[in-house]
């Protein structure tokens, strides 16, 4: 009685290598964009904890936020780009930015990220 042997082909294993390969170049190019973002977005939670976060200007804001940026070592994304949305339900920091890389050869992705975190009403304790 003969056999019959079971496994892949040379020729699949390779064809699974190169879609596996695929997968491996475009995360590794996500992963630096979406970890910088969560970056982004627990620089602009700090500020918003900050005591008294509600009642500073967009200016003071976009300081405090610039200083968290440059400790998280984040480069794409400016503290400028930050806004102050006053409504009803309190004050929000809000940003709206894109990131434009290459992926391969000419083809770019774009990710487009859009964080809103409501300010800290709390003052700044008086030292009592």
């Not at 892949?8 to 964009?33: C, D, E, H, K």
């Not at 627990?42 to 500020?47: D, G, K, L, P």
């Not at 500073?56 to 984040?74: A, G, H, M, P």
């Amino acid at each position: 009685m003969a056999s019959k042997q079971r496994g892949i082909t040379l020729l699949g294993f390779i064809l699974v290598l190169i879609v596996l390969a695929i997968f491996a170049v475009i995360a590794m190019n996500l992963f630096p964009v979406y970890n910088e973002a969560f970056s982004v977005k627990t620089s602009m939670e700090s500020v918003a904890r900050q005591p008294g976060a509600s009642n500073q200007n967009i200016t003071q804001l976009q300081r405090s936020l610039q200083k968290f940026l440059d400790i998280n070592s984040v480069s794409n994304v400016d503290a400028k780009q930050a806004q102050l949305v006053r409504d009803k339900g309190g004050n929000q920091l809000s940003m709206v930015y894109e990131v434009r890389k290459p992926l391969v050869y000419n083809l770019d992705f774009v990710a487009k990220f859009d964080f809103s975190v409501p300010l800290s009403t709390s003052s700044p304790s008086g030292g009592d």
